[in-house]
Nanobody, 118 residues
Framework: QVQLEESGGGLVQAGGSLRLSCAASGTIISIISMGWYRQAPGKVRELVATMSGGGGTNYANSVKGRFTISRANAKNTVYLQMNSLKPEDTAVYYC????????????WGQGTQVTVSS
């Protein structure tokens, strides 16, 4: 069984920075992609940033130039550096992984709250 453990959320003022981490553990053969989604109150969950196993990245237009996704392969860990945070970035951020363990599966973390005050 694969588990995703997130850390790094919190409260920050507008213009500030936070760094989220997500570590995947368990039987992992290869990672197809890992990334971050977010869900604000009353809104649907949306993609923030993802990174493929080959290193390709994909960002939501709303975070381009402010957020950076990176990865530590040896640790099966993905990071999200969030700079120039805005109140509209406030949401629960979920780590996501599409990977091969014993079988292929898509996994989600429990979510970490990010709150940006104005």
């Amino acid at each position: 069984q694969v588990q995703l453990e997130e850390s790094g959320g919190g409260l920050v003022q507008a213009g500030g920075s936070l760094r989220l981490s997500c570590a995947a553990s368990g039987t992992i053969i290869s990672i197809i992609s890992m990334g971050w989604y977010r869900q604000a109150p009353g809104k649907v969950r949306e993609l923030v940033a993802t990174m493929s196993g080959g290193g390709g990245t994909n960002y939501a237009n709303s975070v381009k130039g402010r957020f950076t996704i990176s990865r530590a392969n040896a640790k099966n860990t993905v990071y999200l550096q969030m700079n120039s945070l805005k109140p509209e970035d406030t949401a629960v951020y979920y780590c996501n992984a599409d990977l091969y363990g014993r079988t292929r599966g898509v996994y989600w973390g429990q979510g970490t709250q990010v709150t940006v005050s104005s």
